[in-house]
């Protein structure tokens, strides 16, 4: 009798020691009482099994380089769930990431994933800067072929090819869709434009070179 007490303890202390809502994957999902007005569920739907191939656990976009012709030099291939639907549910993600020389992936941020970047060939100058409580302190390091570096989830991160030749990495992240905010494009390039007055205070500059800067064609990369 104390050994069945002592199960029921532990399970109902494991219970409440494990509830907790999931993580989302997507940037929101408004609760709508009608489910025939719902569009996705935390993503996405999931293909009947019993038509599920081999190849929807296969992606083969990752044989050929990127293009790197364009202003920032560089050119990121994902696999996350929307290109890659065998990813659905199994909470990782993939990209490929082609440098040309002095090629740069600038700083953004993936808010639902941590990202760990292998360098297959190449010079990579990586880093991420932690949070305000952490004084926003930045890390770096100089990677050359066959280093791994590991990005925290939610933290301003970049790489840049400081190499004369191309540069090839690969990134594996903790979220089938781990998501994206690309911070000039994000802060300088969004629809409708922010406030100048908020960037001029912010950025304490004064309103000529935000109006500048949210004049710009901001290229995303990926």
């Known amino acids: 009798m104390k050994f069945l007490l002592t199960l029921v303890l532990l399970a109902l202390a494991s219970c409440h020691a494990f509830a907790s809502d999931p993580s989302p994957l997507q940037d929101f999902c408004v609760a709508v ?33 990127g293009s790197t012709s364009n202003p920032l030099g560089s050119k990121v291939t994902t696999a996350f769930v929307d290109q890659f639907p065998g990813l659905n549910t199994l909470g990782i993600a993939t990209a490929r990431l082609d440098f040309a020389p ?90 409708p434009p922010i406030n100048v007055d908020v960037l001029t205070k912010a950025f304490q500059v004064d309103n000529k070179l935000i109006n500048y800067l949210q004049a710009q064609n901001w290229f995303e990369n990926h």
Do not use: W
């Not at 740069?104 to 010079?123: D, F």
């Not at 930045?138 to 990005?151: A, M, R, S």
């Open 102 to 191: 002095y090629g740069l992936n600038p700083p953004h941020i993936h808010p639902r994933g941590t990202e760990m970047l292998l360098v297959v060939e190449g010079t990579l100058h990586v880093g991420f800067v932690t949070s305000n409580q952490l004084n926003n302190t930045l890390f770096t390091k100089v990677l050359t072929k066959g280093d791994v570096f590991v990005f925290p989830q939610g933290l301003i991160h970049f790489q840049l090819n400081i190499g004369q030749t191309n540069a090839l990495a690969f990134a594996f992240l903790s979220s089938q869709n781990p998501g994206l905010i690309t911070i000039a494009n994000t802060v300088f390039g969004s629809k």
């Open 33 to 65: 009482n009608d489910p025939n007005s719902a569009v996705f569920v935390n993503g996405k739907f999931c293909k009947d099994p019993k038509l599920v191939i081999a190849d929807d656990f296969s992606f083969t976009k990752f044989r050929y380089p």
